[in-house]
């Protein structure tokens, strides 16, 4: 009863969580304000100043979760006056928010530009601003770099060097773009104005052909006096119109005028990017990440190789640890290999660092748990315009997996496997660090541990197990113990509580196979039937049975060899070898088999080769839609045998359903 409450309560609440996910946080509108100060730091235009000034000021930004809008504006007279507001779309766009907060700070600082890692320090905020609009919780932002430097095993910068390398180079490239703008925008201002006092002038030409022709037709002296001084003073203004029109051709044509300004400051473009392409430095156009089980399992970095004029895909050799701080620690010394390459960190072969594409992994700490790691999921980002991205971590009641499953052996009317069977699985990483082999090999230890719960003999058939007496009597009583095979105590659990931890584990992506090394300790429970004998006339006799409760713990080592772990489908291959306890308050035993082959059926002493028994297993599922929120499907083919006596076994052909509780 106590289990079947259990159950059903398992499935009151999963009712009732499924309705809760289903009400739409964002049916109505929200907006969130914020306001935060900054010390917006800005570099001089003018490449001889090296001094970077800054402006303190505060920051208001009010995102619309209806309209998906952001407003951002500075506060009044924190520049000499009030400040126009800056509209931004979601998703944000670095670039597009570079320009416009630009624009709106240059209104009174015309000849400065907001240094780099103000932009990033502002659009962080703004990026974090909704993250209590979202449905599920964040795990934590990665930030990404735009360019990276090529590394090689002759290099011996550390990751400080390289960084410094790339920010002097990269701001340098930045400051001659400013400078760029700037000039551009002067240059357009120029032209602009010109071709206003060509219209004007245009215009006073037309009132001086219409002053003369009325001074023409005039009779009277005086009046022709009149129109003449107009005509005087409008060739006046004409005069002053050709001198600006004058003045601004100087400006664009001189030597030192802007055309010629502009004109230089490209060539210093073209200069420095040539400098920084000798020196190593590319610009990133594209990352993709595939995170799965707390790993970064696949990292993919595009980059726009000058040289070759062609793009150049930098990745992964193996599976990167992505759930703890010494994960992200490790960071500077992963390398991510050129896909032409060999993925040989002994291959002089150039090859980039994944902390210098991944700045920083700022995770969340209100997480309820030590693993920071994001839910499964993938993005493609350009860090030009997305250089921070929100990774999102499992809704809380995703974090257990469950199956049903049946033994098709079930279906006998004298079989003792469950036809409804229940699972409750969680994974825990530990240690996910790897270490690379040759290519893409690799190998780990204690990355992971396994807990799992098992319900199962929930049907009414068989849910005790039949303990057996050789019914040996002496002085009237019954002396021979009851017992049952090691394997029939197993095979008749209703409840098994397994922890799992892996020891070693080896991947061959480009084989697709993993290999793994556990070790486990299992409790079950087995509910047991004796027929409680009673001696009557020098005869055993029957008496009411006795319904007892078995406990056992079997410490096992498992290797396991996984074939192409996908999402849609894989197979998995095991060996187990098991040594079980019984424990009983010496009321029963656990026997070898009942051959009597051990020549333990007459002993309360246990014959050790009788704790030892094996399990093989071959399992494999399938998922018809990895994206949906729908389980997967599997079957395993199950076969225990005992060690001294290998025919005492029994199969099992599970089949079932595999799912996320409350998902």
């Known amino acids: 009863m106590k289990l079947l409450a259990t159950l059903f309560f398992l499935g009151v609440f999963s009712i009732f969580a499924y309705c809760s996910a289903q009400e739409d946080p964002k049916s109505a509108t929200v907006k969130v304000d914020d306001a935060r100060n900054f010390n917006i730091r800005c570099h001089s ?15 208001y930004a009010q995102y619309n979760s209806k309209e998906k809008l952001t407003n951002v504006s500075f506060k009044k007279d924190s520049l000499g006056k009030s400040a126009d507001n800056i509209k931004l779309l979601h998703p944000l766009n670095f670039k597009y928010f570079t320009h416009q907060f630009d624009s709106l700070f240059g209104k009174e600082y015309t000849d400065r530009y907001v240094d780099h890692g103000s932009h990033l320090e502002v659009f962080y905020w703004l990026v974090s601003m909704h993250e209590k609009m979202t449905e599920m919780p964040v795990a934590g932002k990665v930030l990404l770099s735009q360019y990276v430097k090529l590394s090689d095993n002759d290099s011996d910068e550390s990751y400080t060097e390289r960084a410094l390398s790339v920010a002097g180079q990269i701001s340098e490239l930045r400051n ?15 032209s602009l104005k010109k071709n206003e006092l060509g219209k004007r002038i245009r215009l006073i030409e037309k009132e001086i052909v219409q002053f003369n022709l009325e001074k023409i037709k005039s009779n009277n002296t005086i009046q022709k006096m009149s129109i003449q001084n107009k005509i005087d003073s409008i060739n006046s203004i004409k005069i002053n119109l050709d001198s600006f029109i004058s003045s601004i051709d100087i400006t664009l044509n001189s030597k030192d005028g802007l055309n010629n300004k502009i004109k230089s400051i490209k060539s210093n473009i073209n200069q420095k990017q040539e400098e ?3 020196k190593g430095i590319y610009e990133v156009s594209e990352v993709k990440m595939q995170f799965e089980n707390g790993f970064l399992e696949r990292i993919q970095v595009s980059i726009q190789i000058t ?16 759930s703890s701080i010494s994960n992200y620690k490790n960071f500077s010394r992963v390398r991510l290999f050129r896909r032409s390459s060999k993925y040989d960190p002994w291959d002089s072969q150039q090859y980039i660092y994944l902390s210098d594409i991944i700045e920083m992994y700022d995770n969340e700490l209100d997480l309820l748990t030590k693993d920071y790691s994001p839910g499964d999921t993938s993005v493609t980002v350009s860090p030009g315009t997305t250089p921070i991205v929100k990774l999102n971590k499992l809704k809380t009641f995703y974090i257990i997996d469950g199956k049903t499953f049946t033994d098709v052996n079930g279906f006998s009317e004298n079989s003792p496997n469950g036809l409804v069977q229940v699972e409750l699985n969680r994974r825990f990483n530990l240690l996910t660090h790897r270490f690379q082999v040759r290519g893409s090999n690799n190998y780990g230890f204690v990355n992971y541990v396994n807990a799992r719960v098992n319900f199962s003999k929930i049907e009414d058939k068989l849910k005790g197990l039949p303990l057996r007496n050789e019914l040996s009597i002496e002085n009237k009583t019954v002396v021979s ?34 290999f793994y090394i556990d070790a486990g300790l299992h409790y079950g429970h087995t509910p047991v039937i004796d027929s409680n004998y009673t001696v009557v006339d020098a005869k055993a006799v029957a008496g009411t049975p006795r319904q007892l409760d078995a406990h056992n713990f079997t410490v ?30 010496n009321n029963f035993k656990q026997v070898l088999s009942y051959s009597g082959k051990g020549l333990d059926l007459k002993s309360l002493t246990t014959n050790r080769t009788a704790r030892l028994s094996s399990t093989i297993e071959a399992a494999m599922f399938f998922d018809p839609n990895p994206q949906s929120s729908s389980g997967k499907i599997f079957t395993k083919a199950i076969f225990h045998f005992q060690k001294g006596d290998v025919n005492t076994f029994y199969p099992q052909i599970l089949l079932g359903y595999a799912f996320n509780i409350f998902k």
């Open 45 to 59: 235009i003018d490449v001889k100043n090296v001094s970077v000034p800054s402006v303190a000021t505060t920051i």
């Open 556 to 585: 096992f080592p498992r290797a396991k060899l996984q074939l192409f772990a996908e999402k849609r489908y894989g197979l998995t291959l095991s060996y187990q070898m098991n040594y079980t306890w019984l424990f009983s308050n």
């Open 307 to 322: 040289a070759t004029n062609r793009h150049e895909i930098f990745e992964n050799a193996y599976p990167i640890g992505f």
């Open 276 to 278: 920084i392409a000798k």
């Open 176 to 190: 001659l773009n400013a400078q760029l703008n700037l000039a551009t925008r002067e240059l357009a201002d120029s």
């Open 481 to 514: 113990p009851y017992y049952a095979s090691n394997l029939d105590y197993l095979r008749y659990e209703n409840l098994g509580i397994n922890l799992e931890v892996n020891a070693f584990l080896f991947d061959a992506p480009d084989f697709k196979y993993t």
